[in-house]
Nanobody, 128 residues
Framework: QVQLVESGGELVQDGDSLRLSCAAS????????MGWFRQAPGKEREFVAA???????????YYANSVKGRFTISRDNGKNTVYLQMNSLKPEDTAVYYC??????????????????WGQGTQVTVSS
């Protein structure tokens, strides 16, 4: 069982930066594919970014086109934490952001259904 707790969401201005954190329980964090998703009011949950586990704890980062070049996903295995650095934020980035995890490699890292564990979400609001 893995528990995920997100933090860092807040109200910011258009163009600001923000870093979200997701702290995970468990001793095998390094072996997990980690993803970030978001859900805006009235919309479906959508993929934002993922760090996909590969052999020998190598990770590959993937991003949604809407955030590519602005967001960066990273992790600190020593702290069991994954981060989402968000730069040049836009009002359309406003959503509840969720952290998700699945053990091992995931070919369908961009699908919410691929993940077994989810955090409770953290609200990000970008005002214009």
């Amino acid at each position: 069982q893995v528990q995920l707790v997100e933090s860092g969401g807040e109200l910011v201005q258009d163009g600001d930066s923000l870093r979200l954190s997701c702290a995970a329980s468990g001793r095998t964090f390094s072996g997990y594919t980690m993803g970030w998703f978001r859900q805006a009011p009235g919309k479906e949950r959508e993929f934002v970014a993922a760090q996909v586990w590969s052999s020998a704890d190598t990770y590959y980062a993937y991003y949604a086109n809407s955030v590519k070049g602005r967001f960066t996903i990273s992790r600190d295995n020593g702290k069991n934490t994954v981060y989402l650095q968000m730069n040049s934020l836009k009002p359309e980035d406003t959503a509840v952001y969720y952290c998700a995890a699945i053990l091992g490699y995931s070919l369908t890292y961009y699908r919410a259904g691929a993940y077994r564990y989810w955090g409770q979400g953290t609200q990000v609001t970008v005002s214009s």
